[in-house]
């Protein structure tokens, strides 16, 4: 199987351990058995000899979880600073917006209504939007999202854009005329855009690649990104491209960006992040933005945070991030346990059966166990963990 991580790795960038070896080999085996084939090596085989059964596997296995105005503030932030900073300062050019990795569709149109609402003039901006998913993106062509596409509170703009259909919600034209769908890989040899982008969505992409690809996708970026242009990503993402030399724009829970001119620059920004230190201990999403600078939070926190949040693949992802540069973390695995149970995946007692081997007297994941096993019918299991749980419970508990 480490020849498919391989394959993978070289293709999409994907980082084997970002979504854990064991969904790549079940995925792998799967396809296996629907090509009728036994034996690894000839799957191997198949793979370098033809380009479809690779963008079969490619489909199984990228992760295109996505929603409507995910992250709202990076849509409100984005909308100001098209009308407030770009349209100022250029009263007669077209706008050009890049989402990628743009899945389903859902970003790019979240980026458009955002921009209509803020009162954009709509022959003032085009979106390009790319991702290497044929199926997100037919999907995205289609237009008709299910309930997993409205996950956040507020649904006015379903309202205002949206008709219900027999199978979902189907998005209005005048939204839907904006965007551009392209099917591409970043990480192809030779892709480039062709067009300066003023503003660029590249979201919840760069936490599955390992750290040369993080710095390959993001020379890529950089020359697709306008000088003055601006640079959003996922949470757990700021610490990578401030890393590789942009600059916080420091809009509240944006996660937003600018490319710095020079080196010394990078240089003076990288040592004025170790100032920052761990703002408050509420666990919500501004919680989890507010941490986006310091490189001295554990990844734990953002991804308990994260998985409060519901953003469970992003929590998943930083787990396992962790798992990877200490793998005798029980509180790591306590956690990635916590991510499978909410998201229903049978895989949760593993890893909290993995936290409690580390660390016999973990309460919580001894506690979560019993919990599980409970739930899924093994009473005589959950029992002997209840009393292991007696047994370590924290005095203030028992006495009160
Ligand atoms: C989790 S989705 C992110 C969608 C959206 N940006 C968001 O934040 O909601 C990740 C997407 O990246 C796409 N992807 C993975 N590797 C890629 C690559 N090398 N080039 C382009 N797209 C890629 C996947 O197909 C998937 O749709």
């Known amino acids: 199987m480490h020849r498919i991580e391989e394959i993978l790795r070289k293709q999409i960038g994907l980082d084997a351990t970002s979504i854990g070896s064991s969904v ?33 596997l490619v489909e199984a296995i990228v992760v295109t979880e996505t929603w409507f105005m995910r992250g709202r503030e990076a849509f409100a932030a984005f909308a100001d600073l ?17 989402s990628l990795p743009c899945s389903s569709g859902e970003e790019p149109y979240s980026m458009v209504m955002a921009l209509l609402d803020a009162g954009m003039p709509a022959d003032r901006f085009t979106v390009d939007a790319v991702d290497i998913s044929a199926n997100a993106l037919a999907r995205a062509g289609n237009a008709i999202y299910g309930k997993n596409s409205f996950r956040v509170k507020h649904l006015e703009f379903r309202d205002k854009y949206f008709v219900q259909v027999e199978d979902g919600y189907a998005l209005s034209p005048d939204i839907q005329r904006h965007v551009t769908f392209h099917r591409d890989n970043l990480l192809r040899e030779g892709y480039k855009s062709g067009v300066r982008y003023d503003f660029i969505f590249c979201r919840n992409l ?58 010394s620059q990078r240089s003076e920004v990288r040592s004025s992040k170790s100032d920052l230190r761990l703002p408050g201990s509420d666990f919500d999403l501004p919680a989890v933005a507010s941490l986006e600078m310091d490189r001295a939070v554990s990844p734990l926190i953002i991804a308990r945070r994260l998985a409060d ?49 580390l660390e016999p007297n973990h309460y919580e994941a001894l506690v979560h166990a019993a919990l599980w096993l409970e739930k899924n019918g093994d009473v005589t299991r959950a029992d002997a963990f209840k009393r292991r749980v007696e047994r370590v419970r924290p005095k203030h508990q028992v006495e009160s």
């Open 24 to 56: 790549i080999e079940r995925t792998s085996r799967l396809r296996m058995k629907q090509c009728g084939l036994k034996d690894a090596e000839e799957y191997d085989r198949l793979l370098a000899e033809s380009p479809e059964e690779l963008s079969t």
């Open 82 to 98: 098209a009308i407030n900073d770009w349209l100022p300062r250029n009263p007669k050019a077209e706008m050009r917006v890049l």
């Open 206 to 263: 760069l936490i599955y690649f390992d750290r040369v690809t993080q710095s390959a996708a993001l020379n890529k970026i950089r020359t697709m990104l306008a000088p003055d242009g601006v640079l959003f990503v996922g949470p757990a993402e700021m610490p990578i491209v401030t890393d590789y030399g942009f600059a916080n724009a420091n809009i509240s829970h944006a996660f937003a960006s600018r490319m710095l001119e020079t080196r």
């Open 309 to 357: 949040a519901g953003q469970l693949a992003d929590a998943e992802m930083l787990c396992r991030k962790h798992l990877e540069t200490d793998d005798t973390c029980a509180e790591g695995y306590y956690l990635l346990g916590l991510v499978k149970d909410a998201a229903n995946d049978p895989e949760a007692i593993n890893y909290y059966r993995k936290a409690i081997y």
